[in-house]
Nanobody
Framework: QVQLEESGGGLAQPGGSLTLLCTSP????????LAWYRQVAGNQREMVAR???????DYADSVKGRFTISRDNLKKILSLQMKNLKPEDTAVYYC???????????WGRGTQVIVSS
């Protein structure tokens, strides 16, 4: 099981910013495709942003231009910079990791983001 630990969640005002971090001790961190998902209670978990092992990124339409995903393979950190936050960004955010050639998926425990005035 790959250990993933999220941090950086909290309360932000609309228009504000937060940066989420996901750290892992995984030796082969650089081989994993990584992503951030979010979930609102009662709803399905949705992909927010992803970055594969070679660098290309993809974003949900709802966050394009506001969120930036990045990874530091040496430090084994996945980041999500969130700007111009909106109340609808309120959710629990989860770090996700998956090797391209294996079906097994790995999740962190999540970090709560609340956007409210």
């Amino acid at each position: 099981q790959v250990q993933l630990e999220e941090s950086g969640g909290g309360l932000a005002q609309p228009g504000g910013s937060l940066t989420l971090l996901c750290t892992s001790p995984e030796t082969n961190f650089n081989f994993y495709n990584l992503a951030w998902y979010r979930q609102v209670a009662g709803n399905q978990r949705e992909m927010v942003a992803r970055i594969n092992s070679t660098g290309p990124t993809d974003y949900a339409d709802s966050v394009k231009g506001r969120f930036t995903i990045s990874r530091d393979n040496l430090k084994k950190i996945l980041s999500l910079q969130m700007k111009n936050l909106k109340p609808e960004d309120t959710a629990v955010y989860y770090c996700h990791a998956k090797l391209p050639w294996i079906r097994e998926e790995h999740w962190g425990r999540g970090t709560q983001v609340i956007v409210s005035s």
